[in-house]
């Protein structure tokens, strides 16, 4: 059974910015709690991996894994388990992000993994088809996102509708029930109100929020935005 996602969601990926790094990674998530909180605005944080435990265990908004590797526990050094993300108190995990892409028989794979081990599956897609192909794996969001574009501060939203309205198109013909965000740019809180008015659900970030002077006040300024 997939889990209910609440809508519309903002997820903050940290990467591996030196501002949303050990203890700045904790401060991070707590600002992501309190404007979630503040707002009713479902907002989800993905931590390096040496970082969810203690993420997950300063806040109750879901956590999510920036990876996980398609296998099982065995002699694979190196590569990241579903089952010890979820022990470490990630409710979820990105899929195929552009900085970390894989083949589709792979996102298939741990989308099912993701699956058994009741985590939420974030796929990560680069064009309209991409997206189209990953949703009839029914995953529970896909998250159309230009790499040309990401880390930019040119919005997807506004620099190439077409892409973000032609995947929203293409998605909901292959799999009604896919939550569809779209990230790349996302800079101002503008560019989420358009995110939303194309079809999608919802943004995934990384950069605008986590390198931003005032990483609070951008992301109430977001959260407020998904409800113009």
């Known amino acids: ?6 809508t519309p969601i903002i997820i903050v990926n940290f990467k591996t910015y030196s501002e ?5 990674a904790v401060e991070l998530a707590k600002k992501a709690e309190r404007v979630s909180r503040e707002t009713g605005v479902h907002i989800v944080v993905a931590p390096q991996f040496a970082e969810i435990a203690p993420v997950a265990e300063a806040v109750d908004i879901p ?4 990876h996980i590797d398609p296998i099982v526990p065995g002699s694979y050094t190196g590569h990241v388990l579903a089952e010890s ?7 979820g995990t990105l899929i195929n992000h552009s900085e970390r892409q894989l083949k589709l028989s792979e996102i298939d794979a741990i989308i099912k ?17 991409v997206g189209a192909a990953v949703a ?4 529970n969001i896909v998250s159309i996102e230009p790499p040309e574009l990401i880390g930019t501060g040119i919005a997807v939203s506004k620099a190439q509708p077409e892409v973000v309205t032609n995947t929203v198109k293409l998605v909901r013909e292959v799999n009604a029930s896919v939550t569809i965000l779209c990230g790349a740019g996302i800079t101002h809180a503008e560019d989420v109100a358009a995110a939303l008015r194309l079809g999608t659900q919802g943004v995934l970030v990384a950069s605008g929020i986590v390198k931003a002077k005032d990483p609070y006040s951008i992301l ?3 959260a407020e935005a998904t409800k113009q």
Request: aromatic share 4%; charged share 25%; proline share 7%.
């Open 1 to 6: 059974m997939k889990p209910r996602l609440q």
């Open 20 to 24: 949303a790094t050990g203890r700045k």
């Open 85 to 91: 993300v979820k022990e470490a108190g990630a409710t």
């Open 113 to 129: 993994l993701a699956r058994q081990r009741d985590l939420v599956s974030c796929v990560c897609t680069n064009n309209p088809s």
């Open 220 to 222: 109430r300024e977001f």
């Open 136 to 139: 009839a794996l029914d995953p």
């Open 63 to 66: 956590v999510f894994a920036q």
